[in-house]
């Protein structure tokens, strides 16, 4: 059973159209990433959430924001997505132990299936 | 110097072949290190975690050498199925969240 699950799995948008991407887990981990890849690059992380807690780098586009109601849901909203947005949206989690060892689970990260956007 | 550096490739290798790959890291005071699977169009998948000692599994055996500063992924007896592309993974800081950086990934062509 899939235990990151992201919806919808394929999404198509108009120039500027706002569109949010789900993402829900059944791990109760309480660190949750959204990730931006395009061909034939590594997943770039564009924020991700440290239980409520929102950390954002440095070079995300205020264009992207997220949302994490509670434990399980996190969104990535678009506000006004542009042709260059179109990639895939990955959803990972991953449980944070401060103190652990090294050799624990610790930053081990399990990814959604994506979500496929396109931008029209 | 990017923060993970994978050569890219592709790799082409006949099946039941040997190969590696090596991910190299700048940052210094990374603590935790990985191997992810992802195949076209898909998830990345966690392969292994990489440990100081080295690890194995099955035909898989990672290796980190702390003083180069870089990891490695041996694939022995290779099968079609192993065909995909290779993410290192490296983890750096110290203290509270550490960040997670993405190699560009090695592409593995496993050919009958």
């Known amino acids: 059973d899939a235990m990151v699950i992201q919806n919808p799995r394929y999404q198509v948008t108009q120039f500027g159209k706002p569109v949010t991407l789900s993402c829900s887990q059944t791990?109760?981990?309480?660190?949750m990433y959204w990730y931006q890849q395009k061909s034939s690059q590594a997943p770039k992380l564009l924020f991700h959430?440290?239980?409520?807690?929102?950390?954002n780098e440095a070079d995300t586009p205020d264009n992207f924001q997220s949302r994490r109601p509670n434990t399980s849901f996190c969104f990535l909203d678009i506000r006004s997505p542009g042709l260059g947005d179109a990639a895939m949206y990955l959803c990972?989690?991953?449980?944070?132990?401060?103190?652990?060892?090294?050799?624990?689970?610790?930053?081990?990260?399990?990814f959604g299936a994506g979500t496929r956007l396109s931008v029209l | 110097r990017k923060e993970v550096e994978q050569d890219p490739g592709p790799f082409n290798v006949p099946e039941g072949a040997t190969v590696a790959f090596n991910c190299t890291y700048s940052?210094?005071?990374?603590?935790?290190f990985f191997w992810y699977r992802q195949d076209c169009r898909k998830e990345p998948k966690l392969l292994m975690s990489?440990?100081?000692s080295g690890n194995e599994d099955g035909r898989f055996t990672a290796q980190l050498n702390r003083a180069s500063q870089y990891i490695s992924l041996l694939i022995r007896d290779s099968k079609l199925s192993d065909s995909a592309t290779y993410l290192c993974?490296?983890?750096?800081?110290?203290?509270?969240?550490?960040?997670?950086?993405f190699g560009t990934g090695t592409k593995l062509q496993v050919i009958p």
């Open positions: 959430y440290y239980d409520k807690d929102f950390n």
């Open positions: 990972a989690t991953s449980r944070e132990i401060p103190g652990s060892e090294i050799h624990s689970a610790k930053n081990i990260q399990y």
């Open positions: 791990l109760n981990h309480n660190v």
């Open positions: 940052n210094s005071a990374s603590q935790s």
């Open positions: 993974v490296v983890n750096g800081g110290s203290g509270g969240y550490q960040k997670v950086t």
């Open positions: 990489v440990y100081s």
